[in-house]
């Protein structure tokens, strides 16, 4: 699978862009990590910067591959789980995003070919003068092996929150 060929595919789900509401679709499985990254309108704007540019992700560990950048509604990524040929594609199309003085952030939902069905979106808030990314997630497997995998991809998914949360506090604290 590459970039070039996500334009036609279809989202693995129905519900989407329903983390801009805050909504958990029945059946699927809700993950929601909120931290607080720093305090200053410098930490804002970087850490923002690095959400849209999709640098989170890269300096995360994630390889992703985006048909734009800043990410926009329509936006296609293209991931890779696991290693070299043997890791799985990833495909996501982002369905809603914010550019807000004091909230930056976006969405993507899965698209058919991604081993599990849902949507995640990354928002970076400032309350005051503190600063907080949040990660707000909804997810159930969407092949046989993600299936048989069970509890294993939602602990991933917890793990790449935390591990995206101390990612922008690094990038956004330079």
Known sequence: MKLADLGGLRFSYDAVGSTSVDKTPVGYHRLEHRESIGHGDKVFRRAAEALMSW??????????????????????????????????????????????PDRVGFAYGTLA??????????????EADEVFFTLRAYSRPATWYTRLGGPVGRRAQAFFAHRYAATLKRLASR
């Open 113 to 126: 070919g991604h081993p599990e069905s849902g949507e995640e979106s990354f928002l970076i808030t400032r």
């Open 55 to 100: 640098k989170m992700h890269s300096a995360a560990g994630v390889r992703i591959k985006a048909t734009d950048s800043p990410a926009v509604i329509g936006t296609n990524s293209l991931g890779r789980l696991g290693v070299g040929s043997l890791g799985l594609p990833v495909p996501c199309r982002v369905v809603w995003t914010v550019d807000e």
